[in-house]
């Protein structure tokens, strides 16, 4: 019997996205919404995915806050404020250029 059937046999890809670094957007509305932000500690390594939606809620000024802001006052679980933010995307939003020039 071989171990590598129809649906044993291939290899999955890896779900991965177009990440960008957090500065490609300005305010949580831009791309209506539809991207998540990706929180990594540089110290201890831990990551979360963060929704707009979910910044929003949390925002004094919502939907409207501006994402320069917001990464300011990041920290992570372990206490450190040293993270990295990616913002990332499940497709490639409408209206952005592939080559700009």
Known sequence: MHSSTV???AKRGAHTRAVLPW??????RDHFGD???VVTCRNC???RELTPAF???HCRAGWDETLAKIVGRFRCRCGKKSVD????FNRKPRGWVKNPS
Do not use: P
């Open 85 to 88: 933010v990616q913002v990332g």
């Open 55 to 57: 910044l929003a809620r």
């Open 45 to 47: 390594r831990h990551s």
């Open 35 to 37: 991207y998540v932000l």
């Open 23 to 28: 500065n490609s957007i300005e305010r949580l």
């Open 7 to 9: 649906w044993t046999g």
